[in-house]
């Protein structure tokens, strides 16, 4: 009994030596693994140090690359808005040459190329720019300018609409879109358009003039007359913006017949843009009217020599 102990006890003994001997061993492989990995001179660890700083290289590279990217970017919408197209359309292609992908950069070409009157280039790009990013109202925008600038109406009206759809607080949209409708000859579609845009923002003026010339179209005068008061009410100190109010206005009371409120606007609107012969040569018109020769003289020879060819006849 005592000998079948001992016989146990080495068995034991030896198994738990081997066992020992076995988690040493493992442990030795794994730490002469991870030494020869660190030690210096390696070669396997050369390269994950390398592989890191390719990592980190790269990562400092695109950063510098987006940097300088947003710096062009910046330069070529400075360019725009100096109307230098020709620098806008340099620093475009630049950032191209860096990021074929960059919608914002066949935006600035395609503006560029609009303002250099290439209708067809500006569409490309601007095309381009909506395929790499669709959701970019102002670029639609942008596109349905091109559109009515070239008489393409209808393919305007479905750039101003996806404007919208993205957009629809932007204002202009409804009134570019009440325009070509007005410019096919859908007066009521036009009227709704404009009528939403008042909607959105109550005190738009332009929205009241473009309504205005809806009624004149429609021949109802006096509806006319008080949308275009309703505009220069709106901006009584905006120069620029109610010159053709008063001028439409003035067209109106003459096709009512009431001259004196006619000459009143029509002197307004010359006062305002002086070189405007279509103003000058109205009013000229009701001078001969009302039998004042000399003051009809004058604003017919001063309109002919803008360019209005009509003035010529009515001055003999």
């Not at 140090?49 to 990217?69: A, C, G, V």
């Not at 000229?284 to 020599?305: E, N, P, R, V």
Request: net charge positive.
């Amino acid at each position: 009994m005592a000998d079948e102990n001992k016989r146990w006890g080495a068995a034991i003994y030896y198994g738990l030596c081997g066992f020992v001997l076995f988690l040493m061993v493992v442990w030795a492989t794994s730490h002469e693994t991870i030494y020869k990995i660190m030690r210096p001179g390696n070669e396997p660890a050369r390269g994950y140090r390398t592989e890191s700083r390719q990592i980190k290289q790269r990562d400092e590279t695109k950063q510098l690359k987006n940097t300088l990217i947003r710096m062009l970017l910046r330069d070529a919408r400075m360019a725009l808005i100096a109307r230098d197209y020709e620098k806008a359309r340099d620093l475009a292609e630049q950032i191209l040459q860096a990021d074929a992908r960059n919608a914002s950069a066949y935006q600035v070409r395609g503006v560029a190329y609009w303002g250099q009157k290439k209708p067809e280039q500006a569409l490309e790009n601007l095309s381009k720019s909506i395929q790499l990013n669709p959701k970019s109202s102002t670029v639609y925008m942008q596109r349905a300018a091109v559109y009515i600038g070239t008489q393409k109406y209808e393919q305007a009206i479905l750039d101003l609409s996806k404007t919208i759809e993205l957009r629809p607080s932007m204002i202009e949209a409804y009134i570019g879109r009440g325009n070509c409708y007005r410019w096919l000859g859908n007066l009521d579609k036009a009227l709704q358009n404009y009528r939403l845009a008042i909607k959105r923002s109550p005190d738009y003026a332009q929205a009241y003039y473009e309504i205005g010339n809806v009624y004149t179209a429609k021949k109802e005068y006096n509806q006319a007359i008080q949308e275009f008061s309703k505009a220069i009410e709106l901006q009584p100190n905006k120069a620029t913006d109610i010159f053709m109010p008063h001028m439409q206005r003035g067209l109106a009371f003459l096709k009512i017949n009431r001259l004196d409120r006619a000459v009143e606007d029509l002197s307004k609107a010359i006062e305002l843009q002086p070189t405007n012969g279509l103003a000058l040569y109205y009013r000229g018109t009701i001078y001969k009217q009302q039998g004042q020769g000399k003051l009809a003289k004058q604003d017919f020879h001063k309109a002919g020599s803008l360019g209005v060819s009509a003035a010529y006849q009515q001055d003999d």
